[in-house]
């Protein structure tokens, strides 16, 4: 058993410092005003440090948090060492850290640049688990703090076009799944979020096969509302957790020829506006 102060609450964010990576657009920028709302400090993580700053200034006026923000391309074989010290060097430490930040690759397989598969797997994947291993110990040890690492409904079944994003999908819910499980007696809430089809930059001009797409202010308030719960694994929205269970049930050949039928129209229609 480790130590666990008898008030530790996730949901209890007021003075706490969260950091989030991917913090600049979409679903991370939202995170980043929701949980200043709610009163947390922020440590912002992106390439994009004029956007991030942007959002810094607003979120200090509005809501009187200190907000740091730390330019830094998690795709780099270093990145997450060197947050580690960015951290460590502002005298900072992490309470509630969400790894957000990600890569999203879409089209047959056969016309990938090969080049992009060491980003998407160093961000999507290797960023996640490092980032997690290296704030972890500190959370253990002080017996409280969150973890929240996004996935997608991509990761309960394949989706040809769009292989390599559901499959690094698939590893960070299986990953958090089993750290939520190996650290349920620590004091530390360890989940993965898992939203469907959402309107932010990432799927600008593309359209959902599940009719209107959802808002990066309801994923995270999906998110928010499970910190007490004790869910290793958070779908957001109704329907996408009704199609994430079907995938699952439905026999193998059957679920990839749909998918790719409904990936192949989605292409199109990406494709032509
Ligand atoms: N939107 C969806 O439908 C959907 C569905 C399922 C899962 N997700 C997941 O949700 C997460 C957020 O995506 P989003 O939809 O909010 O997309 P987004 O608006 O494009 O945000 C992606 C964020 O990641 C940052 N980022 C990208 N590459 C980076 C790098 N190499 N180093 C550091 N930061 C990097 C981007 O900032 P910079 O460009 O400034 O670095 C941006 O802040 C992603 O993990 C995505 O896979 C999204």
């Known amino acids: 058993m480790h130590p666990q102060p008898p008030s530790f609450k996730p949901s209890v964010i007021t003075g706490q410092t969260a950091l989030i990576t991917g913090a600049s657009s979409g679903i991370g920028a939202e995170f980043a005003e929701q949980l200043a709302s709610r009163g947390a400090n922020l440590i912002l993580v992106a390439r994009s440090i004029e956007k991030l700053e942007a959002l810094a200034a607003s979120l200090r006026e509005k809501y009187q948090v200190e907000v740091h923000t730390e330019k830094l391309d998690l795709s780099s074989p270093d990145a997450s060492k060197r947050l580690s010290q960015f951290v460590t060097e502002q005298g900072l430490q992490v309470d509630f850290l969400v790894n957000n930040a990600g890569f999203s690759s879409i089209g047959p397989a056969v016309e990938m640049d090969p080049d992009d598969t060491d980003e998407l797997v160093n961000l999507n994947v290797k960023a996640v688990m490092e980032n997690t291993v290296r704030f972890l110990p500190a959370m253990v ?86 910190l007490d719960s004790r869910k290793a694994s958070v779908v957001d929205g109704r329907l996408n957790a009704f199609v994430a269970r079907l995938g699952s049930r439905l026999p193998e050949s059957m679920i990839l020829t749909l998918a790719a039928r409904i990936m192949r129209g989605t292409q199109i229609q990406s494709h032509s506006g």
């Not at 017996?143 to 996004?150: A, K, L, Q």
């Open 141 to 226: 040890s002080r017996g409280g703090g969150v973890i929240i690492n996004i996935a997608g409904t991509g990761a309960f079944q394949p989706a040809p076009y769009m292989a390599g994003r559901t499959a690094s999908a698939a590893f960070v819910l299986s990953f958090t799944q089993a750290l939520s499980a190996e650290n349920a007696d620590t004091g530390v809430r360890i989940f993965a979020l898992c939203p469907g089809p959402t309107e932010t930059p990432m799927t600008a001009g593309q359209s959902s096969p599940l009719g209107k797409m959802r808002t990066p202010a309801q994923v995270v308030t999906t998110a928010l509302k499970a």
